[in-house]
């Protein structure tokens, strides 16, 4: 058993826990072989949660969803500006936490897609096929 404890001599041959930075993530790629990504490598959750509905996980499919978002939000900026101009700023005491609400969703796309292309730019890089899992 190995002790831990500062001042205390060490067994012979022990090595203290080292944390790396290039943890590899296991995963079965595109073509049904067992690939060691890295985390940045690995991009965003590849598997279904075991939910009814597949998740959108490619760079393609998470720009279009941050894209959607992102008009959305312009929708919601422009009825602000129609609430200044009507001077009905009555409304927006009811509901200005929806804009708070909003950002966190449109934040997580963006970051989901951003995190995905640059995995997939590693990916290409290393020359290594894209994780199903």
Known sequence: MAKRSQNVPQEPGYVPYQPTDERV???LAENGELVAYTADEYGVRKDDGF???KPVNSAAG???L???MTIAFGGMLYGLVQMGITDQWEI???IWWMYLLVLYP???GWAGYLAERKAGKLRTARNLPRPVE
């Open 66 to 68: 941050a894209v959607l």
């Open 62 to 64: 998470l720009l279009v």
């Open 106 to 108: 449109l934040t997580a």
């Open 92 to 94: 927006l005491g009811e």
């Open 25 to 27: 993530i296991h995963r």
């Open 51 to 53: 939910g009814v509905v």
